[in-house]
């Protein structure tokens, strides 16, 4: 057979489409490390650049469901070109703020609003493959895609990143990360005819996609997935540390992108004949599996294939729980299921890291990746006790079909 993949690119249009939102989504991985960067090396402080970076994670987190909602009942250019201008501002706002040392609340507050405002390409892409694929086989495959776009982002970004802010001046980081999002988010906008229409009056009048009740379930399982990524990234670090490696910090986080990006290659290319509920619950239970070695492995180079053989079951999860909200809720909230989707993973990563690390401090790097198993395993429950509210209606099943 043909490889899948690029059958979905020879879909009319979405070839700009595609690399516009690779250059918009790509500051997702910078801004928050580049923040740090910056005023680490302006004030000598990594606590403040984290305390910084963490508020602009939660107004990302927390704004994403409005945008979604905004976005289904105006479309998307209509709300990504005035998000993408507050966007501008603010962060011109905060390179002036920590440059000229304003007064820290206002580092805080235009980090915040930079944060809320940073333009969602990830969920707006996904809604448009939605669009032009529904009821094909080739929308499994186009999700599957995305996911795996976000893991290569999450590996190149920050190199790129602390490449520029360290070897560079320390605003090169940040400034090249707000021209990738402006500049790849007005391409975006641009790609009218694969934007999906509207709608209106049902999107604004009609109730969120939480009241989805197998939304409620997916949120859930992207807190999960999100912590098990806030555990990683935490213990990794601090497990170099501890092995006297701690360059291999970011060789191991790599690997864990890999292992993900691989098995969502090969997740996608399959042509699935177990109900996406199940698949969803397989997945959770592997990626819990996957995790117990991490917990007693005592060697750098050891740990690398582990990591890479975790990363396994993280993509696969992410896949499903997308496709699962794609057929789950009405047309007119797709926007906002994804974005609520991507809020939970925030929010999962946040708590994920601030756990970890007291556990690091209490008992060492390795025992700290416990709460990855424990995200898992609780996440896999949920889902294999909810699998009738993840029943995708019969006439919401993709058709056995590759050609519109």
């Known amino acids: 057979m043909a490889n899948p993949y690029l059958h979905v690119l020879r879909t009319p249009c979405t070839l700009p489409m595609v690399l516009a939102a690779f250059l918009g989504r790509l500051p997702l991985s910078m801004v928050g490390l580049g923040s740090v960067l910056l005023i680490a090396s302006e004030t000598g402080s990594y606590g403040l650049g984290g305390a910084v970076a963490a508020v602009g994670a939660v107004t990302t987190a927390l704004a994403g469901p409005v945008l979604g909602r905004l976005a289904d009942t105006h479309g998307q250019r209509r709300v990504l070109l005035p998000v993408v201008a507050v966007f501008v501002v603010a962060g011109v706002a905060f390179l002036f703020s920590v440059r000229e040392r304003w007064p820290l609340w206002t580092v805080f507050a235009s980090a915040g609003l930079a944060g809320a405002c940073i333009p969602p390409v990830a969920s707006m892409i996904r809604v448009r493959w939605t669009h032009l694929l529904r009821g094909s086989h080739r929308l499994h495959t186009a999700l599957a895609m995305e996911s795996v776009v976000d893991e290569f982002v999450f590996i190149v ?106 098995s969502g ?50 993509s696969p999860s992410l896949i499903s729980a997308f496709t699962l909200a794609e057929v789950l809720v009405p047309r007119a909230a797709v926007t906002e299921a994804f974005t609520w989707i991507g809020t939970a993973l925030g929010l999962g990563v946040a708590l994920g890291a601030s756990v970890t690390g007291k556990l690091v401090d209490a008992m060492g790097a390795n025992a700290s990746f416990v709460v990855a198993t424990l995200a898992a395993a609780t996440a896999a429950v949920v889902v294999g006790a909810c699998q009738r509210l993840l029943h995708v209606p019969a006439e919401h099943a993709p058709t056995p079909v590759y050609a519109r």
């Not at 694969?194 to 709608?199: A, D, G, L, Q």
């Open 157 to 262: 970004g920050p190199v790129l990143v602390t490449f520029l802010s360290t070897t560079g001046h320390a605003t090169s980081g940040v400034v090249t990360a707000f021209v990738l999002a402006t500049v790849g988010s007005l391409l975006f906008a641009a790609q009218r005819r694969t934007e999906p229409p509207p709608h209106g009056h049902e999107s604004r009048n009609g109730p969120s996609a939480m009241r989805t009740t197998g939304m409620r379930v997916l949120f859930v399982v992207g807190a999960a997935v999100g912590a098990i990524l806030g555990t990683l990234e935490i213990g990794l670090v601090a497990f170099a540390d501890e092995m006297d490696a701690k360059p291999m910090s970011g060789v191991l986080i790599a690997a864990l992108a890999v292992g993900s990006m691989v």
């Open 265 to 314: 290659i090969g997740w996608g290319a399959v042509h699935w004949r177990q109900p996406l509920r199940h698949r969803l619950v397989g997945a959770l239970a592997l990626l819990s599996v996957l995790s117990l070695p991490l917990l007693v492995v005592r060697e750098v180079w050891l740990m690398v294939p582990f990591v890479v053989v975790a990363g396994v079951a993280v």
